[in-house]
C-alpha cells in the first residue's frame, strides 16, 4: 500500500515530467533541464536584440504562470531577447508552485534520449531548428564516443550516433548541405577547456590538406569531415554545445566498397587505436586475418561481422616495407605504399598543432616553441623519421609550409578560426551555458571555463607557434645547402663534385646546386660553397 509520503513523491515527479512539454512558444516546444528547471528555446538570431512577445499555450495540468509580477494568459513577453539571460517565472502545477525559467539560443538544439554507456543502446534522437516549429523525430542507435573521455564520471561526454527507421533498420539522414547517413558523431571537446579546438583542426586540415591521390576519379572524396554547432540535452538534462559532425568513414573517403561476388578486397580502412610499434611503423609482425584488431590497430572497412576473414596484408606490408627496405628502395619505392603528397601536408599540419594541440589534459600548457618530437611519439614514428631524413621530402616540405604561410598559416587568419567562432557561440549564449554547466567539473581537474582567457592564450600561442616554425622547423633554404640538410658544409662540397663528376643525383639536388645561380653547375659554385663556408 502507498504512503501519503510516497504518494506526494509520485506527484511531484508526475508534474516535474509533464512539466518538461506543458507549454509551447510561438509553436515551439523548448527542451526542459529538469535539475535547472530551465527550458532552452531556439528561435532565429534576428529576434536578438529587440523585445518578443511570444503566444503562450499551457497545458491544463498548469494552472497558473507569472512573470515579471504579471499573470501570463495567452502571451508571455520578454523585454528583449539575449543568450546570455534566464527569464524567470513561476507557475502552479497540480497545486505545486514552482520556479522555472527561459533561454534562448539561435542554434539548432538536439535531445538524446536512452541509457547511454559505452555500448550501443537503442533510443531516440530529437532536434529543433530555430526556423520551424516542428521537432524532427529518430529512432537511433546511441553510445559515448571516443576513449578516454568514456569515464562514466565525466559530466560530459561525445556520442555516436546512428539513426535507424521505425522499423530499427540503417537509415540515412541529411543536415543541410552536408553528407546523406545514418552515421553521425557529437563532439563536445569535453577534456578541451577551448572546447572547439577538435572542429577548428578540422576545418584547417580541409582547407591546407591535399587530395587523395585517386581524387581525379573521385572528387567528393573527404579526408575530413563537416559538421554544425548543436545545444545538447542528454535525457531531461542540458549538456552543452557540440560539434554535430559527419564520420570519417568509406563513405567520407569514397573508398571503393568489397566485391562480394569475386570475393574482392579494394578500399580498406583502419585506424590506429593504441600506441604500438606497429602503429608507430617501427616494426612487422605476423597477423590474423580472422581478428577485428591488429597489433593496435582497428579495422574500420569492411566490417568483420560483414567480410571475414579480413584481410591486413596490405598494411602489413606497408609496415614491413618502412622498416625493413635500406635508404636506396625506401626512397624510390616509399611512393607506391604511401600518399606522399598527403603526408607532406599532414606533417606541416600536426606541426602546426603541436600534435597534442597546445595544452594537455587539466590544463597543463606546452610552451609553443617546443619541437614537435620533444612532445609526442613522432620521434618514433619510422615512416616520418625516415621522411624526414630523405633531403628531397624534407624539401618538398619546407616549401609546402611556406606556400601555406601566404594565406592559411598567416597567425591572424588561425587566430580567426577561434574568434569567429566564439563570437557565434557568445552571441547565442552558448558559452554562457556552457560555463554555467560545466566550469569546475571533476574531468577539467576543477578548474574553471573562462573562454576569454583561452582565448587570448591561444592567439598569443599561434602567434609564437608560427614564429618558432618560421625560424626553426621551417626554415626556408639556406643559399649553398646542396645536399639539403639544412646546414652549408663540406657535405655540399662533396655533392658539387659529384654531380660535376656525372654521378646520378635527385632533381632535387640538382636544382639547389647552381650557388651562383648564373644557370649552370659548374666548378664556380664549388668556389661559391666554400666562401659561403669561409663566412661563417
Sequence with gaps: ?????????????????????????????????????????????DYYGKPYTARFVRDDSVAQVVKDGRQIYDTMPFKVVKGDTTYTFAYRCNGIIRFGGVRFTFLPVMKLTGKIKNEYVVGKAFMEVPEDTIIREWNAKLKWAGGSTTMSWFHKHN???KFLDDTLEKMDVSFDSLRNDNHWRLDGGVIDFCRVRNKVSNGLWADMGTKPYYAEVQPNARSYTRGFIVELFVNERYMGF???????????????????????????????????????FAADTTYDNEQEEWAGYELEYPNMEDVNPTDYHILSDAIAFVENSDDAEFREHVGEYFDLPVLRDYYVF??????????????????????????????????????????EFRHQVVDRYWELRKDILVPDSLISRFT???????????????????????????????????????????????????????????????DGDGEVGISDVNALLDILLGAEVSDFMRSRADV?????????????????ILSI
Design 420 to 482: 569567429d567562432l566564439y563570437d557565434v557561440l557568445r552571441h547565442s549564449g552558448a558559452l554562457y551555458r556552457e560555463t554555467l554547466r560545466f566550469s569546475g567539473c571533476s574531468e577539467l581537474g576543477g578548474y574553471p571555463l573562462d573562454f576569454d582567457v583561452e582565448l587570448a592564450y591561444v592567439s598569443d600561442w599561434l602567434e609564437r607557434r608560427i614564429a618558432y616554425l618560421d625560424e626553426h622547423a621551417f626554415k626556408k633554404s639556406v643559399r649553398g645547402d646542396v
Design 159 to 161: 556520442y555516436h550516433i
Design 242 to 280: 557540440c560539434d554535430m559532425a559527419e564520420y570519417l568513414d568509406r563513405k567520407q573517403m569514397k573508398l571503393k566498397k568489397y566485391d562480394e561476388e569475386a570475393s574482392e578486397f579494394h578500399g580498406m580502412m583502419w585506424k590506429a587505436k593504441d600506441e604500438t610499434w606497429q602503429t608507430l
Design 1 to 45: 500500500m502507498m504512503t501519503r509520503r510516497g504518494l506526494y513523491l509520485l506527484l511531484a515527479l508526475c508534474c516535474a515530467q509533464m512539466m518538461c512539454a506543458q507549454f509551447t512558444l510561438d509553436g515551439k516546444r523548448p527542451f526542459y533541464d529538469n535539475v535547472e528547471r530551465i527550458f532552452l528555446l531556439p528561435v532565429p538570431e
Design 350 to 391: 600536426i606541426n602546426v598543432l603541436l600534435a597534442v594541440e597546445g595544452e594537455y589534459y587539466h590544463g597543463t600548457k606546452v610552451a609553443p616553441d617546443r619541437d614537435l618530437k620533444d612532445v609526442s611519439l613522432l620521434s618514433q614514428n619510422r615512416l616520418f623519421m625516415r621522411l624526414m631524413e630523405w633531403p
Design 516 to 532: 651562383n645561380e648564373d644557370g649552370e653547375v659548374t666548378v664556380s659554385d664549388i668556389n661559391a660553397v666554400i666562401n659561403i
